[in-house]
């Protein structure tokens, strides 16, 4: 079942997100009032001159006429050239508004929002901010001046005679039915024709995320059938759109064929009755050819109108993504790495664990758990993504509500295969912390023992990683981020299963280094090394510490020592 829509709603959003530049419109109406009222200086000197030859022949009258008329073309030209500027401006304006105000929206978004992957495809409603450059500016200078001019056109012909006030008073009231008719289906499919194109968007984006999913037969043949779908989907809305917007267009076009013809016969019989004069006759012809020429056009300003209707319903998702809550009282900086557990119930369904202990500043310890849920469960609260429904989470001798949002989550680190933001390994590292030198940088890879791998790659540091860390292989990614960390030095740092792929030898060496850091580390993992960190966590329905042996660095050394004679 498709989308409910809601025109009135749509209407409220589009003259919403138009507001505030409404003072570029107000400055471009401003400037069409005065170019229409000068343009109507045309036919009024043809008027006149028709007059002036007819009664009084006299060229001195003609020449001041025609250089009245260039001043007045001269001015309204200049006025079309300021218009243009201005609406210029508004395109960058709106651009930076609604450019800044999306990614702010996106980054401010509810962690869970996007959590999986999910809704990322709205920030392909950005390039819907193009509709609004494009549409709003030929809106404002061509449509508005093509309403004017039909408006200005009306009143003043309708001055010469009460039949062309009747006659013009028919005609306003047809356009109105054509745009009552037709109107609100063509805003309604054009709303449905935007959605028939992100969703094709959406596809097309999917394959290129899961591109080794349609490698193979069967999954080939749905990719084809899926985009058949979706081709099929998008023209079926683009003729239902049509429909509504081919039989205005038609309809216009009848009208202006039978305008045009009916001013003549209707001026014709007047003439010959002589309740109106041949100058008037001539003047009429030329203000409503010009309102008539328009008419037949009215239709290409109505389909912009309709695109803006689907592109304030797009733009609207975007600024109506379910914010984080943030509380701005709570401005402290974490200090501590010291972790307090108090009763503290995680549950999941009819699935509970309670957790109540606490890890000295600079622990570091292994977690196993045979409750899947539990990690990514306790990781949303020590990040702050959920709350807590009993118990109390301290960092240091302050809860985490305590502490600004955002320094939380910089003093809390976790090392996973998350995406990160496609830039240079440099810039990457860095963004870890942005007065590292590039000593400390060098030295950080070589902690990780990934110098080697980064110096092999064709640019060094300055090698462009994707999201997902590529060039690097998927362990030389986790390597990379570990790097970071060691940059970085957050307070608490949370490790999780992806770490156990790296090899048994690599791993005890890291695990060593690790142990000097001044951040407490906990390390979920499904093959702890009791002798390693301080201890092993045991999360079943509670939680259960078993301290480390005190051989610990004895025993990492021999087998560090054997993985690397098996290796020989």
Request: proline content about 3%; some cysteine; hydrophobic content about 50%.
């Amino acid at each position: 079942m498709g989308k409910v829509i809601n025109l009135h709603a749509t209407r409220k959003t589009l003259f919403a997100i138009l507001k505030p530049e409404s003072g570029f419109f107000w400055v471009a109406i401003a400037y069409g009032v005065a170019i229409s009222l000068m343009t109507l200086a045309v036919p009024i000197a043809v008027q006149t001159l028709i007059n002036s030859i007819a009664n009084i022949g006299s060229t001195r009258s003609v020449i001041i006429l025609a250089i009245v008329l260039f001043l007045t073309l001269f001015v309204s030209g200049i006025f079309s050239a300021l218009r243009m500027r201005i609406m210029e401006y508004y395109e960058r304006k709106v651009y930076a508004r609604l450019t800044a105000i999306i990614s702010l929206k996106t980054i401010m978004a509810e962690h869970r929002f996007f959590e999986g992957r999910q809704n990322t495809n709205i920030t392909q409603r950005y390039f819907d901010i193009m509709t609004l450059q494009k549409n709003v500016p030929s809106l404002m200078v061509d449509g508005f001046a093509l309403v004017l001019q039909m408006l200005v056109g009306f009143t003043l012909v309708s001055f010469y005679h009460p039949m062309l006030f009747a006659f013009n008073l028919v005609l306003v009231l047809v356009m109105y039915t054509i745009w009552k008719i037709w109107g609100t289906g063509a805003k309604r499919s054009a709303i449905e024709l935007s959605h028939a194109k992100y969703d094709s968007a959406k596809w097309l984006n999917d394959i290129a995320a899961a591109h080794e999913f349609f490698k193979s037969a069967d999954h080939v043949e749905y990719a084809g059938r899926s985009t058949d779908t979706f081709i099929n989907n998008y023209l079926t809305k683009h003729k239902n759109h049509f429909h509504y917007t081919f039989a205005q267009v038609v309809m216009f076009l009848l009208l202006y064929a039978f305008a045009s013809a009916a001013l003549l016969g209707i001026g014709g019989v007047l003439v010959v009755q002589g309740q109106l004069s041949i100058g008037q006759l001539v003047a009429a012809e030329l203000i409503m050819s010009a309102v008539f020429f328009g008419l037949s056009r009215f239709t290409q300003y109505l389909k912009l109108y309709y695109e803006l209707y689907g592109a304030a319903e797009k733009i609207g998702s975007a600024l109506v993504i379910p914010q984080e809550d943030v509380n701005e009282k709570a401005d402290r900086v974490p200090t501590s790495s010291q972790l307090i557990f108090n009763k503290l119930h995680l549950t999941h369904g009819s699935d509970t664990c309670l957790i109540d202990l606490q890890i000295e500043a600079g622990g570091k310890y292994f977690i196993t758990t045979n409750k899947s849920w539990v990690q990514k469960q306790l990781i949303g609260l020590m990040k702050r993504y959920e709350k807590p429904q009993k118990g109390e989470l301290l960092l240091g001798d302050l809860s985490l509500y305590d502490f600004d949002t955002y320094e939380l989550r910089q003093a809390i680190n976790t090392l996973d295969r998350s995406l990160i933001v496609e830039c240079s390994i440099e810039e990457y590292l860095r963004l870890a912390n942005p007065r590292a030198s590039f000593a400390e940088i060098r030295a950080a890879l070589a902690v990780v023992e990934l110098d080697t791998v980064i110096d092999a790659l064709p640019k060094g540091v300055d090698s462009k990683v994707s999201v997902l860390g590529a060039p690097l292989q998927p362990l030389e990614f986790l390597l990379l981020k570990l790097a970071a960390v060691i940059i970085e030095e957050p307070k608490v740092l949370i490790i999780n299963q992806h770490f156990d792929a790296i090899p048994l030898a690599l791993r005890l060496r890291l695990l060593n280094r690790l142990s000097e850091l001044n951040c407490t580390v906990l390390y979920f993992t499904n093959t702890p090394e009791p002798h390693c960190l301080d201890g092993v966590i045991y999360l079943k329905d509670s939680a259960n510490v078993v301290a480390a042996k005190p051989a610990k660095d004895s025993i990492i050394d021999q087998e560090v020592a054997q993985e690397g004679a098996s290796d020989e």
